[in-house]
């Protein structure tokens, strides 16, 4: 499997409401529930206005689209970065997952990941 290190630097935050999200953002992961609203984006594209924001985070695309029968992937992947001490925020698409972990463990992550047989390619 194929894991592919996304080029920019991405942010978290905790928004108030949809008006404060930028107008125009290329990638980026929106979810909304009955009391959040939360947003994952390119640090640089990130809005000024914010509740919260953790800043610092890289991101892996697992490469291809996966089938929603395939078992076990993303469990596979954050128990391999777990059992390194290293954190993850995780979030979906309908063709494949992404795997955040914070800008200073990128590289373990990286090596981790390579030595349990994935193929990591920026």
Do not use: H
């Amino acid at each position: 499997m194929t894991l592919k290190i996304l080029s920019y630097k991405l942010s978290i935050s905790k928004l108030n409401k949809l008006s404060d999200l930028p107008k125009s953002l290329d990638f980026f992961f929106l979810c909304k529930t009955d009391d959040e609203l939360s947003l994952v984006c390119p640090a640089e594209n990130m809005p000024e206005k914010t509740i919260a924001r953790d800043d610092g985070w890289r991101g892996f695309q697992i490469e291809g689209v996966l089938d929603f029968g395939l078992v076990g992937i993303l469990s596979a992947i954050s128990t391999i970065l777990a059992d390194n001490g290293i954190g993850i925020f995780a979030v979906s698409t309908y063709n494949t997952d992404y795997i955040l972990v914070k800008e200073t463990n990128l590289d373990k992550a990286v090596k981790v990941l390579m030595e349990a047989g994935y193929e990591v390619k920026e």
